[in-house]
C-alpha cells in the first residue's frame, strides 16, 4: 500500500487527494466529466479532449488495456486524467500494453483512487472549471501554491485550440472499395473514426489543416466538404467560419459533426454559448425531429449552438431548421438548411466510443452529394 | 405515441410458485406492471396461483385470481372478465408458454384478445431454438454449431456430426431445465429423456460445447416506434457452462473493449428488431472466445426474466414497469426517468459503480444430488451488492449469503496444489473460494486461469484482495490509511478481527474511533450527470455521502437476505407490507435487504432504500447514517425471516431500539430451556425432550423417551439439520454431522410423535390482546415439515373444543413470551393431547397465505401494532375486522389449501420423500367452497397436470400403513382407476376384494416380457404414484420409483392423509370441474357475513 500521493485541484478551491498515476507532474485543463463506461482508449485520443482533464465516472478503468486499433487519433490529447481504480492487468486479447505505461510513455499526468462520483456531482453543480493535477514532489508546496498555479492556467471560453491539433500537411485516404465521391475534411481535431465511417462509404478523403482557404480546397475537386469535431471555443474560429459561410454560397454538399455543427451554427448566423457542464458520455438520447426517433449517441461538447427549436428560422442562406435535439435537456443537436446542401450534428454520429446508431447521417451526406 | 385507446382491461398472467430458475423477480416485475396498468386508469385482472405474491394482494388489481395457471381456468377467467387484451411477458416462462397455449387452443381467436407486449410470433422465433439460429444467421451473427432434434434416435444421429461433449438444450424452457453436457453417449441418452420431457415443444437442440468461454447478458427495451436501448451489460464470473442463474455475474461488463460491446451492442438490437419483439424487454444472452475474440450468440428470452430483475436493480431502471408501460402503447422518451423524473427513460443507464451477484445454493438439504454446476439451474436464490469497485461488490455479496464459509477465508492454505487446482477446475457452489485460495497459496494466476477458465482480470482482483489480507496480517498496527484501503476493497470488520486474530467488536471501535465510517452514495442511473429524486443507496468507503437529511419519524425494516429453502418470498411480503402501511401512518419507512429478487428491494416500496447485506455491521452503519440524519424510532427484526430475528439481541446490545417483540422476549421462544418454563406455566406441554452437548448425552435422553426421536441443533429455521432417528446408531451417525453444523449450540432430541396432526397459528399481540391470524390444518402427518405440507384453512377435521384449545393455548403462549406483533406456533394433536412443537416470535412463512385466505393482512397489522397501535385501535381503523377474527368461519368462508412445491426435479436422483427438514421452494393456493375442489386446485397450481381424472395408478405401501389405506385404494378403483400394484400390496389389497395388476419389483432386475414398477412410470403408463416409503436410501425400491416420478412428472403421494385429500379432489373434480372466483368476490362474501353476525 506504498502509493505516491497526488492532488487534484480545482479553481474554486476544492482539493480531492489521491494517487499518482501515469506520469508524474504538474498538469492545467479543464476539468469534465465522462460518463461513458467503455472506450477509455478512444477518449483520451479524441482531441475534442485537447486542455482539458478528463473525469471518468466508470471506477474501473485500464482493464483491457491499450490495443493498436482502437485510437481515435496520433496520440493522447487529454492534459490529465482522474480515476477511482485503475486496472492492474490488462485483460483482452488484442491488448498491447497497459493503460498506465500507455500514460507514462505519452507523459500524461494522472491521478488514481479519487471519489469521482463526489467529483462529478461537484461540478454538475457548479460547471466546469479549471483545474490542476499535481504529484511528484509536493512537500515543499502548500495549497496556495496550486491554486495559484490552477488559476494562472488559461480558460476555455475563447480558447482557440483547433490550430493545435490540426493536421500540418494535407493528407490523402483513399476510399475503401469502388471510390464514388471525393470530399475534403477541414482538419478541427478529426477522430479516425469519422475517417472510417466515410471512407467506408466510398469517399475518398483530403484531409485538411484549419487554415486552408477556399480555393485551396476547391483544387481537389471535390463533391463536399466536411467540418470535423475539435477542442476549443467555437467562438474563436473566425475563419472556419467564413470559409463556411463561402461554401454555403456555392451550395457545395456540407456535413459537420461537433465542433463542425458549431461552425456551421455561427456561419447561418446563430450564437453558440457555454454548458454548465456540457455533455460528454455515449448514452445520450436524441431525437431526429424529422422522424421523430430516439437514438443514442456520443456526445463530447461543452459549448452548443442556439436555435430555436420549435419553428424553422430564416437566415441568410435560407431556412434552416432545428433537425436533432438532446432529450435529456433540449440542448440543439443537429442542424439543416432547407434551401442549401448542408446539415450538422452536434454529437457524434462515428461514436468510437459509443454506439452506432446515428451512422445513418454519413449516408445521409451521400445522398446530399449524390443529389446534383 | 400515447396510450393506446382500445385497451381499457388487461390479464396479466403471474408466474405461478416459487420453483429454481423462477423466484420472486417476477413477483417485482409483476406487481411493478400490476401498479402501473391501474394507474392508467386500465382494469386489472390478474392470474397467479402463489398467495405468498404481493401482486395477488387485492388492491393491485380489480379482479385477482389465486388459482391454478392453466388453459382451462384461463378462458374461464377471459369468458368471465373479457379482457381486451393479456400481458404474458411479466409472468417469466409460466406466463409466456401458459399464453402460447392459449394461441394453439384458438381461444385468443375465440375471445378476440389480443396478446401484448410480445407476439406469439415473436415468442415463436425467440424460444424456438431452431427458428433463432436461423435469424441469427440472417442478421450476420453466429451461433454455436448445432443440430435440432425431436426424438432420441436424432439425437445420436446428430451426435455422431457433432461430436462429443455436447449441450442439450431443450426449446420454450428456462433455468436451464431438462438441460446438460454430455460428455458421451451414455450421458447424452439420459440428459436426451428428460430434455425432450422438459421441452413443451418436445424439442431440443444439440450444439457443440463451447465451455470456457467469456458469458455475456444484454437487457434491452424496444417500443413500437423502434427505439431500442440497452439498460445493462453483464458478464459472467464463471465462464460458458456454467448458467447464468447459477454464475456469479458482475454488472456492467467489465473486460470488453468498447469495440466489442458495441458490436455486441449491434447484433442484440438487430436480433430483437428481428425476432420482432415490439413493446417491452428482452435478454439476449452471448459467449465470447477469449482468445480471437469470437462472438456467438446463445439465446433470448422474448421477456422479462431473472436477469431483467438483476438489470433493473443494478441500474435504478425499473424494465418491468416500463415493458407495462409500452405495451400499452407508449414510447420511451414519452416517459420519464423514475430516478432524475425530468430525463426520458429513452437512454441507456450508465453505473459508477460494480453490481455484482452471487448465487445460494442448498446442496445441504439434498444429500445425493450432484454439486457440479452446469447448464441446468440449481441455485434457489441470489445476493446483490454494490460497490464502488469490484472488490468492495464481491466481498459485500458474498457476506450478504449469510452463509458460513462464503467469506473469503485468509488462513493458512493446508491443501495441496493439486487439490486446489482439481477445485478450481470443476464449477461447484463456492468454487471462487477454492480460486482465493489456490490464489492465495501460491499458484499463479496462469495456472488458476488455465483451470478455471475465469478471466485474469477476475482473477487480479482476488489477488489484490489476498494482498490487502496480506498487508492487514503484517501490520504493526491497523492505521486509519490502512483499514480504509482494506474497508474500500470490501473487507468486513469480522473478516480483519478474523485476520488480526482479535474480535469483530475490538475492530469495529477501533475504526469508529478512527472516525473511519462508509458513506451512502445513489443509485441513480446517470453516474451522477443529473440529479437524483430517489433515494436508493448503497455504501462504500469514499468521500461524499449522500443521506438527505429528513425530519420525519424514521422506521428501519430489515429485510430477509437471499431466497433460500426455508426463508423466501413469504418474508419479503411481510416486510413490504409493513412499508407500506407505516408510509400510510406517517413514518419514514426506510428499508434494507440484498435480495435483487424481491419487491421489497424496489426502490419505491419504502421511502429509502439501502441495498445492503444483513450483516451486524452493515446494519450497525445504516442505523448511524439515519440516526445522522433525523430521528430513529426503531428498526422492526421481526418480518424479515429469521435473519434479522437473529439481529435482535446484537442491535440492542449496540444501543439499537428494535420495535415489537423485545429481543429478550425473543430469546425466550427461541431458547428451548426458556420456552419450557413458558409452556410449564402455561399448563401446556411439548414432546418429552432433552438438550445434549455430546453423543452420550443424547444416547441418554433418546433411551429414557424412547425411539423415534426427532434430534436437531437449535436456532435452526426450515428444519435444517433435522432428521427422525430409529436407533442409536442412527443417533451416533446424526451427532457426529450435526456438531458440524453449528459447534455454538447443542442438539436438541425430542420424542417423535407418530400419526400425529399438525397445526399451524397465526395470530397478532398488542401486549394485552390477542388476534388470532388463522388455525391452519396440515395434510401430511408431523414429521413432515410444516413448509412442505400441504395444509387448509380452515381447518377440516378440528372440533370446536379443539379450536377453542389451540385459542387459549396460543394466548397463553403469546403473553407468556411477551410477544409485540406477529407470533407463529406449531402443535400436534396426538390422539386427544395438544402438543406444542414451537413458537416463532415473529411473521412466519403461513402469514401471506392466511392473509389471502380470510382477506385480513396480518403483516400490516403486525407493523403497527410494533410501532404501538392496539388491536381495538386496528379493529377501528378498519385494518383488522370489527369483531371475531381469522379462526372465525362463516358459511360463506371459502376453503384454501395450500401446497407445497418441491425441486426434486432439478436434483437428479435425490429422493422425493419428505421429512423434518424443509425442501420446497415455494407454494400454490386452491381456494374454493369444497376442500376436495379447492386441494385439487392447489394440486393443479403445483404440477403440471395436477390430479388424473382417470388412468392407472400404481400402488405400494409400506406393511405398517397398508390397513389404514385399503379404502382408500378401494376409492380410487370406485372412481374408475386401474390399479396396479407391487407384489406385497397387490396381494394384501386383494383379500379385500380389489383386483390389481401386478409390477415386478425394480431391485429383482428386468427381465423380458415382465414390466417392473420403474420401468411402467418411465414408459408414461402410469397416471398416478402411490407409494408410502419403507427405508431409505437409493437402492430401495421406493427410491426408485419416486426418482422415476419425478423424472416424469407423474405426481406422487408419500402419505395416507395425502391420499386420503387428493381422492376428495379427484372426486369433485370429476363431477363439477372447477370454477373461477376473485378474491375480491370472495372477501365480498366473507365481509358480509361478517357484518351479518354483528347485527
Ligand atoms: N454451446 C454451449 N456450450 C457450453 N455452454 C453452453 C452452451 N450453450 C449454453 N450454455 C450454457 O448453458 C446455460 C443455459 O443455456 P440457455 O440457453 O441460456 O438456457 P435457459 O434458457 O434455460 O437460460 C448458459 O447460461 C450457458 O452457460
Ligand atoms: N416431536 C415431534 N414429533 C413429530 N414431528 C415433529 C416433532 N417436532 C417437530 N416435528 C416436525 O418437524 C417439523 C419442523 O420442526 P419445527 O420445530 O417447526 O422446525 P423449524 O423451526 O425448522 O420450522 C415440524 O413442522 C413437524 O412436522
Ligand atoms: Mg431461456
Ligand atoms: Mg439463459
Known amino acids: 500500500m506504498t502509493f505516491s500521493p497526488a492532488l487534484l485541484v480545482l479553481e474554486d478551491g476544492s482539493i480531492y487527494r489521491g494517487r499518482s498515476y501515469g506520469a508524474k507532474g504538474e498538469t492545467f485543463g479543464e476539468a469534465v466529466f465522462t460518463t461513458g463506461m467503455t472506450g477509455y482508449q478512444e477518449t483520451l485520443t479524441d482531441p475534442s479532449y485537447y486542455k482539458q482533464i478528463v473525469i471518468q465516472t466508470a471506477p474501473h478503468i485500464g482493464n483491457t488495456g491499450i490495443n493498436d486499433e482502437d485510437d481515435e487519433s496520433r496520440k493522447i490529447w487529454v492534459s490529465g486524467y482522474v480515476v477511482r481504480d485503475p486496472s492492474r492487468i490488462s485483460s483482452n486479447w488484442r491488448s498491447k500494453r497497459s493503460l498506465e505505461e500507455e500514460l507514462k510513455r505519452q507523459n500524461i499526468v494522472s491521478i488514481s483512487g479519487i471519489d469521482t462520483r463526489a467529483l462529478t456531482r461537484h461540478l454538475r453543480d457548479k460547471g466546469a472549471m479549471r483545474s490542476g493535477i499535481f504529484s511528484g514532489e509536493l512537500d515543499n508546496k502548500n495549497q496556495d501554491y496550486f491554486l495559484k498555479k490552477v488559476l494562472e492556467s488559461p480558460q476555455m471560453k475563447g480558447a482557440d485550440l483547433c490550430g493545435a491539433v490540426t493536421t500540418s500537411k494535407a493528407f490523402n485516404v483513399k476510399a475503401n472499395g469502388v471510390k464514388k465521391f471525393k470530399v475534403a475534411a477541414l482538419d478541427l481535431g478529426i477522430k479516425n473514426g469519422i475517417l472510417q465511417r466515410l471512407t467506408n462509404r466510398g469517399i475518398e478523403l483530403e484531409v485538411l489543416p484549419v487554415t486552408s482557404n477556399f480555393d485551396e480546397i476547391m483544387k481537389y475537386e471535390v463533391d463536399g466538404i466536411f467540418l470535423s469535431n475539435g477542442p476549443g471555443d467555437p467562438a474563436t474560429a473566425s475563419h472556419a467560419i467564413d470559409l463556411t459561410k463561402r461554401i454555403l454560397k456555392e451550395n457545395i454538399p456540407l456535413f459537420g459533426i461537433c465542433f463542425g455543427n458549431q461552425i456551421l451554427g455561427r456561419a447561418v448566423g446563430f450564437e453558440t454559448y457555454k454548458l454548465t457542464f456540457g455533455h460528454r458520455g455515449i448514452n445520450q438520447p436524441v431525437m431526429d425531429l424529422t422522424t421523430k426517433k430516439v437514438e443514442i449517441t456520443t456526445h463530447n461538447h461543452g459549448f452548443a449552438v442556439k436555435a430555436p427549436i420549435d419553428k424553422e428560422s430564416e437566415t441568410e442562406f435560407g431556412r434552416v431548421m432545428v433537425s436533432h435535439i438532446c432529450l435529456n435537456d433540449n440542448v440543439v443537436e443537429g442542424l439543416a438548411l432547407k434551401d442549401k446542401k448542408a446539415f450538422s450534428v452536434q454529437y457524434h454520429p462515428e461514436a468510437a466510443a459509443g454506439p452506432h446508431d446515428a451512422d445513418y447521417l454519413f449516408d445521409r451526406f451521400t445522398e446530399l452529394m449524390s443529389k446534383k | 405515441m400515447p396510450k393506446r385507446r382500445d385497451i381499457n382491461s388487461v390479464l396479466v398472467i403471474g408466474s405461478g410458485p416459487i420453483v429454481i430458475g423462477q423466484a420472486c423477480e417476477f413477483d417485482y416485475s409483476g406487481t411493478q406492471a400490476c401498479r402501473v396498468l391501474k394507474a392508467e386508469g386500465i382494469r386489472v385482472i390478474l392470474l397467479n396461483s402463489n398467495p405468498a405474491t404481493i401482486m395477488t394482494d387485492p388492491e393491485f388489481a380489480d379482479a385477482t385470481y389465486v388459482e391454478p395457471i392453466t388453459t382451462d381456468i384461463l378462458e374461464k377467467i377471459i369468458q368471465k372478465e373479457k379482457p381486451d387484451a393479456i400481458l404474458p411477458t411479466l409472468g417469466g416462462q409460466t406466463a409466456l408458454n401458459a399464453a402460447m397455449a392459449l394461441h394453439k387452443e384458438g381461444i385468443l381467436d375465440k375471445y378476440k384478445v389480443e396478446l401484448i407486449g410480445a407476439k406469439v410470433e415473436a415468442i415463436e422465433r425467440g424460444e424456438n431454438r431452431e427458428k433463432f439460429k436461423s435469424i441469427v444467421s440472417n442478421i450476420g451473427g453466429k451461433s454455436a454449431k448445432s443440430e435440432i432434434c425431436h426424438s432420441l434416435e436424432e439425437c445420436l444421429d446428430s451426435a455422431l456430426k457433432l461430436g462429443y461433449p455436447l449441450v442439450v438444450r431443450p426449446s420454450f424452457t428456462m433455468g436451464g431445465a431438462g438441460s446438460g453436457i454430455a460428455y458421451d453417449e451414455e450421458d447424452l441418452i439420459k440428459f436426451v429423456a428428460t430434455g425432450l420431457q422438459a421441452s413443451p415443444t418436445s424439442e431440443v437442440l444439440l450444439e457443440e460445447s463451447i465451455i470456457g468461454w467469456k458469458e455475456f447478458e444484454l437487457e434491452l427495451m424496444r417500443d413500437h416506434h423502434d427505439n431500442v436501448v440497452i439498460i445493462c451489460s453483464i458478464e459472467n464470473f464463471d465462464p460458458m457452462g456454467v448458467h447464468t442463474g447459477d454464475s456469479i455475474t458482475v454488472a456492467p461488463a467489465m473486460t470488453l473493449t468498447d469495440r466489442e460491446y458495441q458490436h455486441m451492442r449491434d447484433i442484440?438490437?438487430?436480433?430483437?428488431?428481428?425476432?420482432?419483439?415490439?413493446?417491452?424487454?428482452?435478454?439476449?444472452?452471448?459467449?465470447?472466445?477469449?482468445?480471437?475474440?469470437?462472438?456467438?450468440?446463445?439465446?433470448?428470452?422474448?421477456?422479462?426474466?431473472?436477469?431483467?430483475?438483476?438489470?433493473?436493480?443494478?441500474?435504478?431502471?425499473?424494465?418491468?414497469?416500463?415493458?407495462?408501460?409500452?405495451?400499452?402503447?407508449?414510447?420511451?422518451?414519452?416517459?420519464?426517468?423514475?430516478?432524475?423524473?425530468?430525463?426520458?427513460?429513452?437512454?441507456?443507464?450508465?453505473?459508477?459503480?460494480?453490481?455484482?451477484?452471487?448465487?445460494?445454493?442448498?446442496?445441504?438439504?439434498?444429500?445425493?444430488?450432484?454439486?457440479?454446476?452446469?447448464?441446468?439451474?440449481?441455485?434457489?436464490?441470489?445476493?446483490?451488492?454494490?460497490?464502488?469497485?469490484?472488490?468492495?461488490?464481491?466481498?459485500?455479496?458474498?457476506?450478504?449469503?449469510?452463509?458460513?464459509?462464503?467469506?473469503?477465508?485468509?488462513?493458512?492454505?493446508?491443501?495441496?496444489?493439486?487439490?486446489?487446482?482439481?477445485?478450481?477446475?470443476?464449477?461447484?457452489?463456492?468454487?471462487?473460494?477454492?480460486?482465493?485460495?489456490?490464489?492465495?497459496?501460491?499458484?499463479?494466476?496462469?495456472?488458476?486461469?488455465?483451470?478455471?477458465?475465469?478471466?485474469?482480470?477476475?482473477?487480479?482482483?482476488?489477488?489484490?484482495?489476498?494482498?490487502?489480507?496480506?498487508?492487514?496480517?503484517?501490520?504493526?498496527?491497523?492505521?486509519?490509511?490502512?483499514?480504509?484501503?482494506?474497508?474500500?476493497?470490501?473487507?468486513?470488520?469480522?473478516?480483519?478481527?478474523?485476520?488480526?486474530?482479535?474480535?469483530?467488536?475490538?475492530?469495529?471501535?477501533?475504526?469508529?474511533?478512527?472516525?473511519?465510517?462508509?458513506?451512502?452514495?445513489?443509485?441513480?442511473?446517470?453516474?451522477?450527470?443529473?440529479?437524483?429524486?430517489?433515494?436508493?443507496?448503497?455504501?462504500?468507503?469514499?468521500?461524499?455521502?449522500?443521506?438527505?437529511?429528513?425530519?420525519?419519524?424514521?422506521?428501519?425494516?430489515?429485510?430477509?437476505?437471499?431466497?433460500?429453502?426455508?426463508?423466501?418470498?413469504?418474508?419479503?411480503?411481510?416486510?413490504?407490507?409493513?412499508?407500506?402501511?407505516?408510509?400510510?401512518?406517517?413514518?419514514?419507512?426506510?428499508?434494507?435487504?440484498?435480495?435483487?429478487?424481491?419487491?421489497?428491494?424496489?426502490?419505491?416500496?419504502?421511502?429509502?432504500?439501502?441495498?445492503?447485506?444483513?450483516?451486524?455491521?452493515?446494519?450497525?452503519?445504516?442505523?448511524?447514517?439515519?440516526?445522522?440524519?433525523?430521528?430513529?424510532?426503531?428498526?422492526?427484526?421481526?418480518?424479515?425471516?429469521?435473519?434479522?430475528?437473529?439481529?435482535?439481541?446484537?442491535?440492542?446490545?449496540?444501543?439499537?431500539?428494535?420495535?415489537?417483540?423485545?429481543?429478550?422476549?425473543?430469546?425466550?421462544?427461541?431458547?428451548?430451556?426458556?420456552?419450557?418454563?413458558?409452556?410449564?406455566?402455561?399448563?401446556?406441554?411439548?414432546?418429552?425432550?432433552?438438550?445434549?452437548?455430546?453423543?452420550?448425552?443424547?444416547?441418554?435422553?433418546?433411551?429414557?423417551?424412547?425411539?423415534?426421536?426427532?434430534?436437531?441443533?437449535?436456532?435452526?429455521?426450515?428444519?435444517?439439520?433435522?432428521?427422525?432417528?430409529?436407533?442409536?446408531?442412527?443417533?451416533?451417525?446424526?451427532?457426529?454431522?450435526?456438531?458440524?453444523?453449528?459447534?455454538?449450540?447443542?442438539?436438541?432430541?425430542?420424542?417423535?410423535?407418530?400419526?400425529?396432526?399438525?397445526?399451524?397459528?397465526?395470530?397478532?399481540?398488542?401486549?394485552?390482546?390477542?388476534?388470532?391470524?388463522?388455525?391452519?390444518?396440515?395434510?401430511?402427518?408431523?414429521?413432515v415439515h410444516s413448509g412442505d405440507s400441504a395444509c387448509s384453512l380452515p381447518p377440516i377435521s378440528l372440533s370446536a373444543k379443539h379450536i377453542e384449545q389451540i385459542r387459549e393455548s396460543t394466548y397463553a403462549i403469546g403473553t407468556g413470551i411477551g410477544v409485540i406483533g406477529l407470533m407463529n406456533v406449531q402443535y400436534a394433536l396426538a390422539g386427544e393431547t395438544l402438543y406444542v412443537l414451537e413458537a416463532n416470535p415473529r411473521a412466519s412463512r403461513t402469514v401471506p397465505f392466511v392473509s389471502k385466505a380470510t382477506g385480513i393482512s396480518l403483516a400490516k397489522a403486525c407493523a403497527r401494532i410494533m410501532l404501538g397501535a392496539t388491536i381495538k385501535e386496528l379493529r377501528n381503523e378498519g385494518l383488522l375486522p370489527k369483531n371475531k377474527d381469522g379462526a372465525t368461519t362463516f358459511k360463506e368462508s371459502p376453503i384454501a389449501v395450500k401446497e407445497a412445491v418441491l425441486p426434486f426435479g432439478r436434483f437428479r436422483g435425490v429422493d422425493s420423500i419428505l421429512g423434518p427438514e424443509m425442501k420446497s421452494t415455494g407454494e400454490v393456493m386452491g381456494i374454493d367452497t369444497s376442500f376436495g375442489t379447492a386441494f385439487a386446485k392447489a394440486q393443479s397450481g403445483a404440477y403440471s397436470g395436477g390430479l388424473p381424472l382417470k388412468g392407472n395408478v400404481f400402488v405400494s405401501i409400506a406393511d405398517r400403513d397398508k390397513e389404514s389405506m385399503v379404502e382408500l385404494i378401494k376409492k380410487l378403483k370406485d372412481l374408475g382407476f386401474n390399479i396396479y400394484a407391487s407384489s406385497g400390496t397387490a396381494s394384501y389389497i386383494k383379500k379385500f376384494g380389489i383386483d390389481s395388476k401386478q409390477l415386478r419389483k425394480h431391485h429383482l432386475g428386468e427381465v423380458e416380457g415382465e414390466t417392473t414398477s420403474v420401468q411402467a412410470i418411465r414408459n408414461g403408463d402410469i397416471d398416478l404414484v402411490v407409494n408410502t416409503p419403507y427405508g431409505v436410501g437409493p437402492r430401495t425400491d421406493g427410491y426408485q420409483i419416486r426418482t422415476a416420478a419425478t423424472d416424469m412428472s407423474v405426481p406422487c403421494i408419500t402419505t395416507a392423509q395425502g391420499l386420503k385429500a387428493a381422492l376428495a379432489g379427484i372426486e369433485s373434480l370429476q363431477k363439477s370441474g372447477f370454477r373461477v372466483k376473485s378474491l375480491q368476490e370472495w372477501a365480498k362474501d366473507i365481509n358480509s357475513a361478517r357484518e351479518k353476525m354483528v347485527s
Open chain 2, 268 to 783: 442484440a438490437i438487430a436480433v430483437i428488431r428481428e425476432v420482432g419483439v415490439d413493446t417491452g424487454g428482452c435478454n439476449i444472452q452471448f459467449a465470447i472466445n477469449p482468445v480471437d475474440g469470437r462472438m456467438i450468440v446463445i439465446e433470448m428470452n422474448p421477456r422479462v426474466s431473472r436477469s431483467s430483475a438483476l438489470a433493473s436493480k443494478a441500474t435504478g431502471f425499473p424494465i418491468a414497469k416500463i415493458a407495462a408501460k409500452l405495451a400499452i402503447g407508449y414510447t420511451l422518451d414519452e416517459i420519464p426517468n423514475d430516478i432524475t423524473k425530468e430525463t426520458p427513460a429513452s437512454f441507456e443507464p450508465t453505473l459508477d459503480y460494480v453490481v455484482v451477484k452471487v448465487p445460494r445454493f442448498a446442496f445441504e438439504k439434498f444429500p445425493g444430488a450432484d454439486t457440479k454446476l452446469t447448464t441446468h439451474m440449481k441455485s434457489v436464490g441470489e445476493a446483490m451488492a454494490i460497490g464502488r469497485n469490484f472488490s468492495e461488490a464481491l466481498q459485500k455479496a458474498l457476506r450478504s449469503l449469510e452463509k458460513k464459509d462464503a467469506q473469503f477465508d485468509f488462513s493458512k492454505v493446508t491443501e495441496s496444489k493439486e487439490d486446489l487446482i482439481e477445485k478450481c477446475k470443476y464449477p461447484t457452489d463456492g468454487r471462487i473460494n477454492s480460486v482465493q485460495r489456490s490464489l492465495l497459496s501460491g499458484i499463479s494466476l496462469q495456472e488458476v486461469h488455465e483451470a478455471s477458465a475465469i478471466d485474469p482480470w477476475f482473477l487480479d482482483q482476488i489477488m489484490l484482495i489476498n494482498e490487502i489480507a496480506n498487508e492487514i496480517k503484517l501490520a504493526n498496527k491497523l492505521d486509519f490509511d490502512l483499514l480504509k484501503y482494506a474497508k474500500s476493497h470490501g473487507f468486513s470488520d469480522l473478516q480483519v478481527a478474523q485476520i488480526r486474530n482479535t474480535t469483530e467488536d475490538e475492530i469495529r471501535e477501533l475504526r469508529i474511533n478512527l472516525n473511519l465510517r462508509p458513506v451512502y452514495k445513489t443509485v441513480d442511473t446517470c453516474a451522477a450527470e443529473f440529479e437524483a429524486k430517489t433515494p436508493y443507496h448503497y455504501s462504500s468507503y469514499d468521500r461524499e455521502t449522500e443521506v438527505a437529511k429528513s425530519n420525519k419519524n424514521k422506521v428501519i425494516i430489515l429485510g430477509s437476505g437471499p431466497n433460500r429453502i426455508g426463508q423466501g418470498i413469504e418474508f419479503d411480503y411481510s416486510c413490504v407490507h409493513a412499508a407500506q402501511t407505516l408510509k400510510l401512518a406517517g413514518f419514514e419507512t426506510i428499508m434494507v435487504n440484498c435480495n435483487p429478487e424481491t419487491v421489497s428491494t424496489d426502490y419505491d416500496t419504502s421511502d429509502r432504500l439501502y441495498f445492503e447485506p444483513l450483516t451486524l455491521e452493515d446494519v450497525l452503519e445504516v442505523v448511524h447514517a439515519e440516526k445522522q440524519s433525523g430521528n430513529l424510532i426503531g428498526v422492526i427484526v421481526q418480518l424479515g425471516g429469521q435473519t434479522p430475528l437473529g439481529l435482535a439481541q446484537k442491535l440492542k446490545d449496540n444501543f439499537v431500539p428494535i420495535v415489537g417483540t423485545s429481543p429478550e422476549a425473543i430469546h425466550l421462544a427461541e431458547e428451548r430451556g426458556a420456552f419450557g418454563e413458558v409452556l410449564e406455566k402455561a399448563n401446556l406441554i411439548s414432546p418429552e425432550h432433552g438438550m445434549a452437548s455430546s453423543f452420550i448425552e443424547a444416547k441418554e435422553i433418546a433411551s429414557r423417551i424412547g425411539y423415534p426421536v426427532l434430534v436437531r441443533p437449535s436456532y435452526v429455521l426450515g428444519g435444517r439439520g433435522m432428521e427422525i432417528v430409529y436407533d442409536e446408531e442412527m443417533l451416533l451417525k446424526y451427532i457426529e454431522k450435526a456438531t458440524q453444523i453449528n459447534p455454538e449450540h447443542p442438539v436438541l432430541v425430542d420424542r417423535f410423535l407418530d400419526d400425529a396432526l399438525e397445526i399451524d397459528v397465526d395470530a397478532l399481540f398488542d401486549g394485552k390482546e390477542m388476534f388470532l391470524g388463522g388455525i391452519m390444518e396440515h395434510i401430511e402427518e408431523a414429521g
